[in-house]
């Protein structure tokens, strides 16, 4: 199971989960891009609140990338596990 957009129109249970996750993976590297470019414009201009909300939304995106993926490897195995049953 992946990422994958021609699965919206939801055949299957895995190619359902490959789509949520390629559009959990687009907004979370959309996110991050917005947040860096709030860090960077308030660490530019010594605006040390616009700073800390874009640090935040870059963690904040970072885990979103990383629950998506850790998502995935635990839906494999309990894929994996069911089939098994």
């Known amino acids: 199971m992946g990422p994958d957009f021609s699965a919206l129109n939801g055949t299957t249970l895995e190619r359902v989960i490959g789509a949520l996750l390629t559009i959990v993976l687009t907004a979370a590297v959309a996110s991050l891009i917005i947040a860096a470019i709030m860090w960077a414009y308030g660490t530019a201009t010594g605006n040390w609140q616009s700073a800390s909300k874009g640090r935040v939304g870059v ?6 990338a990383a629950a998506a993926g850790a998502g995935v490897a635990i839906l494999n195995w309990l894929l994996h ?3 098994r049953l």
């Open 59 to 64: 963690l904040i995106a970072l885990g979103t």
């Open 81 to 83: 596990v069911g089939s």
